[in-house]
């Protein structure tokens, strides 16, 4: 009988232990009904059942939120977690190290899922495969922060937004090293990245506002260089993220098969049509026209290139929204402060999406854009654990999103200051 018990033991020290969510109300980033009251039970990393009331069996425990409602856990589609707040990437390259920006990093990385983002995309480091190292430990668990997916090094060419080496010539910083002109050197940028951890490719597709070189309304790569890059990723059975700004990019990014148009500042009605045909998403950065063009580290000349484009990329985020165009959601984080994300949602809002909207944007077709549909974006059994929550109703005032106070993530809370 010791061999039973001792299997009895085993079996219950191995059962999940379970926690009942309890909130005045779910969005759960369907779209649809909002749920009030609602439980959320979690078992392990996994939500497991979603009712207006469920009981706690003994030995759960019991998370009341009060008042508060109840939300999937955000994606951030953009961000550069270990570039820092108030320093240009320029700076960064002569006077910080990669060990500086993995410091950094981990900082930005808790901030990030404090203001209740779960999941990102992180969009380049400056110091190339730092956020390999950062999404490795988050992880493991050594530090918090959210699930990431790294682009290691981004693709760009000579001349373009990404070669550094535009200050100086005779400063030789190791980003400029994954500069590829051609697409042989394409192919090679590409392989590299994923050898060296990269879950992902970012191309520049078109110049940045936040650089010197080509200017962000035309494209950098010819229609072949930027096909090789998404037939390299093709391969790999990976996908490949645009950054554009100018429409001729734009739509030579969404013909050679790049899931993501970035920024996607200079949409015209065929790119619209383009994009509400095809399988690429259009993730606009728009609370970024908001802050590039007050930043005391950003010089005049960029400034300017904000400037040319701003108006333009908000009348393009409102034609996407008439046109019914499917949105994802990113911020481009620290070109807006770490831990801020929730602004990106606000303005958006305040540009007339419906907060309903803005919010199934940054969880269900995030998730969706990420291929990662049945595991995270929405609260239903089945999913990963990842649910914020916020003091008031977000569908009454969108700004409730700025105070979330509640953050689990697969199953382990990491910020409660709501429960009772
Ligand atoms: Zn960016």
């Known amino acids: 009988m010791i061999g039973l018990s001792y299997i009895a033991l085993a079996v219950a020290t191995a059962a999940p232990s379970v926690t009942i969510v309890r909130a005045a109300r779910l969005v759960d980033g369907r779209g649809g009904a909002v749920m009030a009251p609602a439980a959320v039970r979690v078992e392990g990393e996994r939500i497991t059942a979603v009712a207006e009331r469920l009981d706690a069996p003994a030995g759960a425990k019991l998370v009341d939120l009060g008042a508060a409602t109840l939300l999937p856990g955000f994606i951030d589609l953009h961000t550069h977690l270990t570039d820092r707040d108030g320093m240009h990437w320029e700076e960064a390259l002569v006077k910080t190290t990669p060990g500086e920006a993995a410091i950094w ?37 050594v530090v918090p ?6 682009a290691g090094s981004y693709v760009s060419s000579t001349g373009g937004a990404g070669d550094a080496r535009q200050f100086s010539i005779f ?13 042989d050197e394409i192919v090679k940028a590409v392989r590299t990245n994923f050898k060296n951890g990269a879950d992902f490719i970012k191309i520049l597709v078109t110049g940045a506002v936040t650089s010197k070189g080509i200017g962000p309304e035309q494209q950098q790569y010819s ?69 590039v063009v007050s930043s005391p580290i950003v010089p005049e000349a960029e400034k300017e290139r904000s400037r040319r484009i701003d108006d333009m990329a908000i009348e393009s985020f409102k034609q996407a929204l008439r046109a019914g165009l499917r ?51 929405t609260v239903e059994a089945g999913k990963w654990a990842d649910l914020v929550a916020v003091p008031a109703d977000p569908l009454v005032d969108i700004k409730t999103l700025e105070a979330v106070g509640f953050v689990m993530k697969g199953g382990v809370v990491y910020r409660d200051q709501l429960s009772r």
């Open 105 to 141: 990093g981990t900082h930005n990385a808790k901030l990030t899922l404090e203001s209740g983002v779960t999941s990102c995309r992180d969009m380049g480091p400056t110091w190339p495969y730092v956020d390999v190292d950062l999404r490795n430990a988050i992880a493991k668990g």
């Open 145 to 150: 922060g959210p699930r990431m997916l790294v």
């Open 223 to 291: 229609d072949q260089e930027i096909q090789a890059a998404v037939g390299e990723a093709k391969r790999w059975g990976r996908e490949v993220a645009a950054h554009a700004h100018g429409t001729a990019g734009i739509k030579a990014a969404i013909r050679a098969g790049v899931r993501t148009i970035d920024h996607g500042s200079l949409l015209d009605a065929e790119a619209i049509q383009m994009l509400k045909a095809g399988r690429a998403y259009y993730v606009p950065t728009m609370y970024v026209t908001q802050t």
């Open 171 to 183: 400063v030789d910083v190791p980003i400029v090293r994954n500069l590829a002109d051609g697409p």
């Open 327 to 377: 949105i994802g959601l990113a911020t481009d984080a620290p070109v807006m402060p770490h831990g801020q994300y929730a602004r990106e949602l606000s303005f958006r809002v305040s540009l007339g999406e419906s907060p309903m909207a803005a919010i199934v944007s940054a969880t269900r077709v995030n998730a969706e854009i990420l291929g990662w549909s049945d595991r995270a974006g």
